[in-house]
Each structure stands twice: as C-alpha cells, then as structure tokens.
C-alpha cells in the first residue's frame, strides 16, 4: 500500500493549489475564496523513487456558518487517522493565526510526523523573516514554499520521504490482497469481516449506521493473504446531514480506493436498491476488481432455479458491472463464505491480467474483420493496433485515424471481444483512444 499525505490547514492558505502542484494535474479547483473545496480529492505522485497518495482536505463546508474551527478539528482528526506524514499548511503572509494553533495542537497529539509548510513563499533568495514566526507551532522547522511556483516543494518531499516505512515493508504489504467491504447501511459488512475473522473484531448491530469507520484487519489461510477492509455503510447523499456520517461516506470511498477487490454486499431480503447501484458504481467508476455479495441467503425462500433468476435480476439492476462475478453467502450461518477466497483471488489474478500486443492485434484483426469499424460521411475509421498499458484495471490503447469516427457502440464491442477471448471477469476494462497522424 503506497504512503499516504495528508493536506491540512485553514482556509484559503493554498492547500489546493499546492496539491496540484505535487500531484502534476489540476485535480482540485483553485479559487481565493474559502470553502471551494468540498469534497475531499485524492491524487497520486512519486518523489525520489518514492511513489506516494495524497489528500487534499478541503475548506468549509456550506453549512458550518461560523463554525471554522470545529470544521478543522475534523478535517485534522482525518489526517490523525488515515495518513503516514501530514502537511500543514500556513499562510506566510498572514502569520500564525488562532486555528493554525488550534490545528497544530491537535497534530501534536497524533504522533505522527508534521511537517510544516509555509506557502506563499514566492520570492527567491533569503527567508522572508515572518517564516520564523512558525516556529511557534512546535512543530519543528518550518520549511518556506509557494504552492504557484514549486519552490520549497522538494525540500517538503525530502521531509515526507524520510518518514515514510521502509519500502520493504511497502513490498510486503503488496502481497497481500486488499479487499474492501461496501455496500449500503445494515448489508451485514460487519457479519461477514467477522465470520472471516472469526472473532467479535466489528460491532455488529440491526441498527443500520452501527460501524463508522474503516477497519483494516489482516488475515491469512489456505487460499493466500489479505487485508479486509470493513467501511461504514454509504448511505444516499440527500441524507448526509450529520459530520460523522459525512466523515464515514469520505472513509468508505477512500477505502475503496485503497482496495483491489471490492466485496459489493446486496441484501438478499430486499434485492439491488437505488442506494446499491451507486455504491457499485463507487466501485466501477475507481476500476475496481469486483464481486457481488449477495447476503442474508438463508432467508429467501428457494425453488428450483432461484439462484440462476436472482443473478439475472442482478445484472439487469447493474447493467454496467455484468462483468462481476455473484457469489449468494449467508453471514449469520457462515454458508458459502469459503468460497468467497477463491473468487476474490480469481477477479483480483484478472484485474493484473496482461496481454502481449501480438495477442491483442490477433483479437483486433478477427474483430475488425467481423464487424467493420464504422464510418461517417465517407470517411471509415481505421484502427492501426491495440497495446495494453496498464493493470487493475486493465487499460489499453486504440490508435487511429480519427477519434471521432470511434463510436461508444463500436469501442464496447472491441471491449466484449477481449473478454471473450481473455476473460477478464471480474474487472472493469479501460480503453483509450488515441491519434496517429493523418490518414494515409
């Protein structure tokens, strides 16, 4: 699992501004007004040979009014709890102000290494002398950056780097399989970490909402190593009135991201809700290796064929994931919840599948020569070749004539070609069309 940073401080000190600048992209929306930031983005970078996550924490929300100070209290509560190295952000111009002091009090706490950066720093040369003002925050050297033109931001890696674990233990952790647990409020997540833990490690309770935050359990058997992660229910965003419960949605969608296999719990009793097709789609839309669990077996009422009818049911309510594998398991009895091992480490081998160029231009020759790619006003798109460049999810290039004339209808159809040859059950496929030069 790569290290993660977090990005903390007050409003509009350039926390945003300084998360593009260390992520290379302009993820996050940069505006001098507090509160642009909402939700929370995740971005990923590398320093040094050292590839790494990072968090921008965001601004205040619309509803807190004057409470400032207790929306920075959350967001430094996020950093204690999530991230190896926690940057906070200051704003030179301005000095040390009351809820930098409050923020830093709180890090403190944490134990876990800060690191202090003055943004704003944007003259080249000697210190600005109000840097050493932050010396006031106990929190260590202060080191000067300014976010617009990327000086100081190497000396702040430097610092993050250092802290990092040993890339052998990185290494380790790889090994193992991480699997998330997600699915709407009282799908039993809870039951089956505990069924496979086997042990009382998550509270479970009927009252939907019970587990608010994310649970990292490691656990070994006969079928490999892994990290299951238990998250808090997702419940629709309409209802996310309250700070916890929008903490714990933040928790399960960066549990998520952290995973290479996401459990997709369905509750038997009720069937795939309106709330299920959007935590799917959480899972679909990261590029996911999925499975979808279908809990609480036992109380269905079963018949000749009522497992086969339930999963077509499944993929009619979730047309987009038709490529995940259904497993029916009941977590109160423990029925069928060994199986699960094998189709998770199945979906997880097919999400790192990778597939030589010479085999994808076989498939994309006898694809091609089935169904002829389309054309508009006289002019037919023509594919040169197909190349694979990445995994989890498995990701390739079309290079064309003309992106254009790449139809939606005809890319989906390259797409069931590879799985019918390759398989790739499990996974979502990414397929990126690119331009090569004018048309001979």
């Given at each position: ?19 593009n ?15 642009v ?7 990923s970078?590398d ?14 929300e ?8 207790l929306h920075?209290?959350?967001q430094?509560l ?16 301005t000095?040390?102000?009351a ?12 134990k876990?290494p800060v ?12 210190p600005?002398p109000?840097?050493?003002e932050?010396y006031?925050?106990?929190l ?5 950056v300014?976010?617009v ?8 890696l ?5 802290h ?8 380790e ?8 647990i997600?699915g ?8 089956l ?11 479970v ?6 587990t ?7 656990f ?14 997702l419940?629709?965003r ?13 928790r ?8 290479d ?6 509750d ?10 959007k ?8 590029g ?7 809990n ?14 339930y ?12 490529y ?22 199945y979906?997880?081998?097919q999400?790192?599948m ?5 085999m ?16 508009d006003?006289?002019?037919?798109l ?11 999810p ?13 139809h ?20 979502p ?10 048309d001979?």
């Amino acid at each position: 699992m790569k290290p993660l940073i977090a990005i903390v401080g007050r409003p509009n000190v350039g926390k945003s501004m300084l998360f593009n600048r260390i992520t290379g992209q302009r993820l996050a929306i940069v505006e001098d007004t507090p509160g642009v930031t909402r939700d929370r983005l995740y971005g990923s970078s590398d320093w040094a040979g050292r590839a790494f996550d990072l968090v921008d924490t965001g601004g205040i929300e619309p509803k807190t009014d004057d409470e400032i100070l207790l929306h920075m209290r959350e967001q430094a509560l996020m950093a204690i709890d999530l991230c190896d190295v926690i940057v906070l952000v200051c704003d030179v111009t301005t000095g040390v102000t009351a809820a930098d002091e409050e923020v830093a009090t709180m890090l403190k706490r944490s134990k876990k290494p800060v690191c202090v950066a003055v943004n704003k720093c944007d003259s080249t040369g000697a210190p600005d002398p109000a840097l050493y003002e932050f010396y006031s925050l106990g929190l260590g050297d202060p080191i000067a950056v300014s976010a617009v033109h990327g000086h100081g931001t190497g000396d702040l890696l430097d610092f993050c780097i250092e802290h990092f674990a040993d890339a052998d233990e990185d290494d380790e952790e790889d090994e193992r399989i991480r699997v998330a647990i997600i699915g709407k409020p009282n799908a039993g997540k809870s039951s089956l970490l505990n069924v496979i833990l086997g042990q009382n490690r998550a509270i479970v309770s009927d009252i939907a909402g019970t587990t608010r935050d994310a649970l990292d359990a490691t656990f070994e058997n006969e079928y490999g190593k892994y990290v299951f992660i238990d998250t808090a229910g997702l419940r629709r965003r309409s209802r996310i009135d309250t700070k916890i419960e929008k903490y714990s949605v933040m928790r399960a969608e960066m549990a998520i991201n952290r995973a290479d296999v996401c459990l997709i719990m369905i509750d038997a009793t009720e069937g795939v809700t309106e709330q299920d097709t959007k935590v799917a789609g959480l899972a679909h839309e990261a590029g996911r290796a999925s499975v979808i669990v279908v809990n609480k077996w036992d109380l269905v009422e079963r018949e000749t064929n009522t497992m086969k009818d339930y999963t077509q049911k499944v993929y009619r309510d979730l047309s987009y994931m038709t490529y995940a594998p259904v497993s029916f398991i009941s977590a109160k009895t423990g029925a069928r919840v060994d199986r699960l091992f094998e189709v998770i480490n199945y979906v997880a081998d097919q999400s790192a599948m990778r597939i030589t160029t010479g085999m994808l231009n076989n498939v994309l020759a006898d694809a091609t020569a089935r169904v002829q790619p389309p054309t508009d006003k006289g002019r037919r798109l023509k594919i040169y070749y197909m190349t694979q460049i990445g995994v989890k999810p498995p990701t390739f290039v079309c290079f064309c004539n003309d992106k254009e004339l790449f139809h939606f209808s005809y890319r989906r159809y390259l797409e069931n070609q590879i799985r019918a040859t390759f398989g790739l059950e499990g996974t979502p496929i990414v397929m990126l069309i690119r331009e090569r030069g004018e048309d001979n």
